[in-house]
């Protein structure tokens, strides 16, 4: 099994902050481009956040001017700190690499995602 981890979720109230943690193995993070994505029901997974091996960060309309990307290469782990929270970015939140990290499963190739992280935004 490959590792890819997501953690720092929870029951936020509007207007507070979480900070998300990736701990991923090194095959998904070394030298690539790293991400967070988020998933809110009845809707497709997005891009929230890109950031280079080097640093260099973007970001989506779903997490500019809020949130804020960044990686420890040491540690293959990779964080999401995301403030002044709103309902609607109550969804699972998902790292990987961008494009998704893909691997051999029944016959196919196939994106690998971890479980996710739950963040609810909600008084």
């Known amino acids: 099994q490959v590792q890819l981890v997501e953690s720092g979720g929870g029951l936020v109230q509007p207007g507070g902050s979480l900070r998300l943690s990736c701990s991923a193995a090194s095959i998904i993070t070394n030298g690539n481009l790293m991400a967070w994505y988020r998933q809110a029901p009845g809707t497709k997974r997005e891009l929230v956040a890109t950031i280079t091996p080097r640093g260099i960060t973007y970001y989506t309309d779903a997490g500019k001017g809020r949130f804020t990307i960044s990686r420890d290469n040491a540690k293959n782990t990779v964080y999401l700190q995301m403030n002044s929270l709103k309902p609607e970015d109550t969804a699972v939140y998902y790292c990987?690499?961008?494009?998704?990290?893909?691997?051999w499963g029944n016959g196919s190739l196939n994106d690998y995602w971890g479980q996710g992280t739950q963040v609810t935004v909600s008084s």
């Open positions: 990987n690499r961008n494009p998704p990290y893909r691997r």
